[in-house]
């Protein structure tokens, strides 16, 4: 099977960002999936007296939802984002790291991204490893499971913000814009992701929505594992 869909990564910005994407975008999901953006009751902000002493268990941060997004340089082709995950702060051991970090989470990313000169659909799930939460703004990262044209194992960045008032949710994808720095992942391709890393939502929804659960950062456990 071809690993990209389109033309080689040394084109100019447009057909490099539709090679990319070919390569990169992913998931099977339904229609009957999509789901209208939600709004959230306003509450009051909190004091800071309130979030110092806040305890860490009262809130889980939580993103889900399913939207086809339009993106700018191929408003032609069909983009899906499909998201459920949930944190679950300083649950995952790393080198360095025995408490792990407060922003380990676990879920599944699905994305799919048809490309109708070529009458080709790439996709892939992935397992959620990091989310952050900032208002009705959230970042995570996921490594990428079972795909048709993308490297199992790659790690990909995407954020997504709540539709309020009239306006649509968003996404933001790893991928979707040029990543200049010249950097490399641990297996030599060019813009590895770290996690949570991903830039801004850039992309409106056109269909569907996404409910963002914001919760502070966790502090510290006293207790090591």
């Not at 309130?50 to 700018?72: E, M, P, W």
């Not at 340089?73 to 998201?83: W, Y």
């Not at 008032?165 to 994808?173: I, Y």
């Not at 991928?175 to 992942?185: C, E, F, H, R, Y």
Request: overall charge positive.
């Amino acid at each position: 099977m071809r690993r990209h869909l389109t033309a080689p990564r040394a084109t100019a910005l447009v057909a490099g960002t539709a090679a990319l994407l070919a390569g990169t975008v992913s998931a099977s999901t339904a229609a009957g999936d999509s789901r209208p953006g939600e709004r959230s009751e306003q509450r009051p902000a909190a004091t800071a007296g309130a979030v110092a002493g806040q305890d860490r268990g009262a809130a889980t941060a939580r993103v889900k939802g399913s939207a086809r997004i339009h993106f700018t340089l191929r408003p032609q082709d069909t983009i899906r984002f499909t998201i459920d995950a949930t944190s679950a702060p300083y649950s995952t051991p790393r080198p360095g790291l025995r408490t792990g970090l407060p922003t380990d989470a676990r879920g599944t990313l699905r994305y799919s991204h048809y490309i109708p000169e070529l009458g080709k659909t790439g996709w892939a799930v992935a397992e959620v490893d990091c989310l952050s939460t900032g208002g009705k703004t959230a970042t995570i990262t996921a490594v990428i499971k079972k795909t048709n044209v993308e490297r199992v194992g790659k790690r990909v960045g995407i954020s997504f913000q709540q539709g309020e008032n009239g306006a649509p949710s968003r996404a933001g994808f790893s991928w979707g814009i040029a990543n200049a720095d010249g950097g490399t992942d641990s297996d030599g391709e060019l813009g590895g992701t770290g996690t949570c890393q991903a830039p801004a939502p850039f992309a409106p929804a056109v269909e569907g929505g996404y409910r963002v659960t914001h919760a502070e950062v966790p502090p510290i456990p006293t207790t090591r594992p």
